[in-house]
Nanobody, 117 residues
Framework: QVQVVESGGGLVQPGGSLRLSCAAF????????ADWYRQAPGKERELVAT???????NYADSVKGRFTISRDNAKNTVYLQMNRLNLEDTAVYYCNVVDLITGRAFWGQGTQVTVSS
């Protein structure tokens, strides 16, 4: 069984920063590719950032230059550093990771990010 746990969400003022973490536990050897998604109220879930097994990254246009996805293979953890947050970044952020060996994908439960003055 594999458990994916996101953390680091919270309330922040516009212009502030947060760092989200996504850790995989259990029967998973190592995270392969991983993605961060977000879903705002009344909107569809959207892809925010991707990191491949080799560390290549890709970002949605709305977060380019402000968000950075990274990984720590030793900790089986993926991060999302979010800077210069604005009101439109308010959403539940979800992590999706792929098991490097099996190719199975697993979702976390989500962490709330609220940007408000």
């Amino acid at each position: 069984q594999v458990q994916v746990v996101e953390s680091g969400g919270g309330l922040v003022q516009p212009g502030g920063s947060l760092r989200l973490s996504c850790a995989a536990f259990g029967n998973i050897f190592r995270i392969g590719a991983a993605d961060w998604y977000r879903q705002a109220p009344g909107k569809e879930r959207e892809l925010v950032a991707t990191i491949t097994t080799t560390g290549s990254t890709n970002y949605a246009d709305s977060v380019k230059g402000r968000f950075t996805i990274s990984r720590d293979n030793a900790k089986n953890t993926v991060y999302l550093q979010m800077n210069r947050l604005n009101l439109e970044d308010t959403a539940v952020y979800y992590c999706n990771v792929v098991d490097l060996i099996t190719g199975r994908a697993f979702w976390g439960q989500g962490t709330q990010v609220t940007v408000s003055s």
